[in-house]
């Protein structure tokens, strides 16, 4: 999706400066204005991305650059001093086990991402032939993904609950579960990111569907008079087709695992272990007014998934170069 | 995984044991995503003494027609102020980024200009740092301006770090031909005229596409609300959800409700912009 950008100016202007040239010599000494023509034409792209780069640079580098000075500060966020402490935040974050050990819980979440993935190829895969109630279907394993956080946190609060929706389920099946599904740090962090599972399957799902429906058909009609198998198809058609969208589940997925706030928060505040990276930088920043380990907290987790980032554009080079 | 001929039918088979368990996958996940939620619309039809004795969840309401739980939610849980601090935020983030984010992709595909690599280099970068990460000191910026507690504080923030949707225009912009702009350029039409007259027109199915993206995050999002407007007055649907968990503790009957009364909105607008919503998620995550 390359394309050389912009030979829309030198071609188009040719007429109009020839026109502009006539008029000149009626008015003004050519020189001022021919300036004052090129000047505006010069700071017409910059007229339209001075609101957006404004914001940009506000709401995005500059808090990265103040965050980054931050974490070498003893700041509570609020009182006008601040000293310079050097990298003592990172010390600290480093030596105390139990602000590392949240990353632990990134894990399950790590988990979880896997059996999202895997569910939805192979939902996408089946969709993407002719079945019957097949708009059904797919509407049915996306939605969730268009629901409200909060509500699907409230959702399987009570779903988890003693005697709610999972143990009656069970009970039909002989188990009679009095499990405490968010009682204990495993089942608790299994829970939660079952919940995530539920929730995000459908996005990669609709992702998914996309790419095998760009395959352009006669391959499958060409590989079905060749006598291919159904799974030869997968793999040989479908699997390289959607790689480039495999690529970028997969480091959303772990960028997202790393990220995780908004389900624990809602249904655990954090608690029985629960308590994810993001959850304790918000805790440091805003409850404990410790805005400089906050940030040193910060800085790690961007430096962590940048590198991610990082290393899975060499692994995985991207075909097409985006903006331009 | 045996499946049935791709989008063309030859003669129909007797269904083989591929096809049925193919069905019956489909049937387990239907469920597995339904049932939590259905449980959730039966218990808000439930009285409290219904949902306190302790009968199970599947159980079916007493009365069907049991709607009390969704008043008691509706105005105890302050859902009508709610739901107008959300229209507001995202009347004017909708618009805005829509503005933002066609501006940006007109003037980076359509002009030659000095730092041009620089500048997409900024909006490439920023797609790369997750907004999370960020938020401590994004927050004193936010503060530093006044804004902390005021409903522009969101506002800003959705529209100054949407670069998905500044993706999803420049990818249509490179669509539109350039000998259209230079056919108006002839006539006599300046870059401004070009945009506001021609562009911005064309540019119709990507703004229906940010629109609609924009609009469900931003209607669901939870993190940014509940840190920039703790008031209680300022909250939007996410955050007054939240708060039911104080008040009403473990009246699940109306928190139920409340649940309810937020995941309607939603499922309305999925039902009528299906189509729309797929291809929008589609185009947006993977640029």
Known sequence: MTKTVSTASPPAQAPLSGRAEKRRSRHEAPGERSWRRNALRRATPWLFLLVPLALLVTFTYVPVGNMIYYSFTDWDGISPDRNFVGAENYTELFTRPELFRVFAVSLYYLAASAVQIAIALFFATVLSFDLRFRNLFKGILFFPYLINGVAIGFV????????????????????NSDHAWLGSPESANTSLAGVSVWRFTGLNFVLFLGAIQSIPGELYEAAQLDGASRWQQFRNIIAPGIRPVLSLSVILAISGSLAVFEIPYIMTTGATGTSTFVIQTVKLAFQFNKTGLASACAVVLLAIILLITWIQRRLVPDERVDLV | MTITAPTRQRTRRRPGLGTVLTYLSLIVASLVVLLPLAVVFLTSLKSYGEVSEGQGALTLPHDW??????????????????????????????????LIGSMTAYAIDRFDFRFKKLV???????????????????????????????RWAPILLYMGTDIVSIYIFLQFIRGIPVSVDEAARLDGANAFTIYRKIIFPLLKPAIATVVIIKGITTYNDFYIPFLYMPSENLGTISTALFRFKGPFGAHWETISAGAVLVIVPTLLVFLFLQRYIYNGFAQGATK
């Open chain 2, 120 to 150: 997409m280099a900024l909006f490439l970068i920023a797609t790369l740092v997750p907004g999370v990460t960020t938020q401590v000191a994004t927050f004193q910026v936010i503060n530093s301006f006044g804004l902390f507690d005021t």
């Open chain 2, 65 to 98: 027609l049991n709607f009390s739980n969704y008043v008691t939610a509706f105005n105890d849980g302050h859902m009508l102020m709610a739901f107008g601090n959300t229209a507001f935020i995202l009347l004017f983030s909708i618009t805005g980024t829509v």
């Open chain 1, 156 to 175: 399987f609060l009570y779903f988890f609950q003693d005697g709610g929706t999972l143990d009656s389920v069970l009970s039909w099946f002989g188990a």
